[in-house]
């Protein structure tokens, strides 16, 4: 069971907008901006899509978007695209003794 | 541009010991400004941190593993490695190394990951 929760699967028509959640607790999620967000397409390595809740490095399209509330963080992505068919991952620094915690990963499919 | 390749035995028996390599290209890993880490991902499940080191030695590792555990650096081959002692077939997993921004707590950049199995 993964530190964080995240829906198994979502799905949204091309042009649509789908949202992620992560849920996490106090001593992650809801105490530090360090949730980070990963795309994985089939048999490749993870790409950092957000990270610091928001930010998007170089190169990443602005259709992709993150936030937080309470102990909840979200990727958003707008305008969607055959291409954005992924699974998803998303991170948080813990204050627990374990730095780091990913959640357990949502499939995107786009129909 | 930094590119990131694990190296490294695709098949290792229960109770041996896991090595693998990463060598880093475009860049130093000398580099200050980065931790060097690596994350698995068992077949059909997530992510799982187990440690970050830089070059100078700081070392941050996932307690699950602590005691099993160790990354080292190499400057002179520009590499860093895991050792993962003690597998068993749970240990089978995609084996990634990574980099981390010093002071951060994200992974920007991934090499493709190397499939480890346990098995006798």
């Known amino acids: 069971q993964s530190a964080l929760t995240q829906p198994p699967s979502v799905s949204g028509s091309p042009g649509q907008s789908v949202t992620i959640s992560c849920t996490g607790t106090?001593?992650?999620?809801?105490?530090?901006?360090?949730v980070s967000w990963y795309q994985q397409p089939p048999g490749t390595a993870p790409k950092l899509m957000i990270y610091?809740?928001?930010n998007r490095p170089s190169g990443v399209p602005d259709r992709f978007s993150g936030s937080k509330s309470g102990n909840t963080a979200s990727l958003t992505i707008s305008g969607l695209q055959a291409e954005d068919e992924a699974d998803y991952y998303c991170?948080?620094?813990?204050?627990?003794?374990?730095?780091?915690?990913f959640g357990g990963g949502t499939k995107l499919t786009v129909l | 541009q930094l590119q990131l390749q694990e190296s490294g035995p695709g098949l290792v028996k229960p109770s041996e010991t896991l090595s693998l390599s990463c060598t880093v290209s475009?860049?130093?890993?000398?580099?200050?400004?980065?931790?060097w880490g690596w994350i698995r991902q068992p077949p059909g499940k997530g992510l799982e941190w187990m440690g970050s080191?830089?070059?100078?030695?700081?070392?941050y590792y996932n307690p699950s593993l602590k005691s099993r555990v160790t990354i080292s650096v190499d400057t002179s081959k520009n590499q860093f490695s895991l050792k993962l002692s003690s597998v068993t077939a749970a240990d089978t997993a995609v084996y990634s190394c990574?980099?981390?921004?010093?002071?951060?707590?994200?992974?920007?950049?991934w090499g493709r990951g190397t499939l480890v199995t346990v098995s006798s």
């Open positions: 610091e809740v928001s």
């Open positions: 991170s948080s620094y813990t204050s627990s003794s374990t730095y780091v915690v």
């Open positions: 990574a980099t981390t921004p010093r002071g951060y707590w994200y992974f920007d950049l």
């Open positions: 475009g860049g130093s890993i000398s580099n200050s400004r980065y931790f």
């Open positions: 106090s001593r992650d999620v809801g105490s530090y901006n360090r």
């Open positions: 080191m830089s070059y100078s030695g700081s070392a």
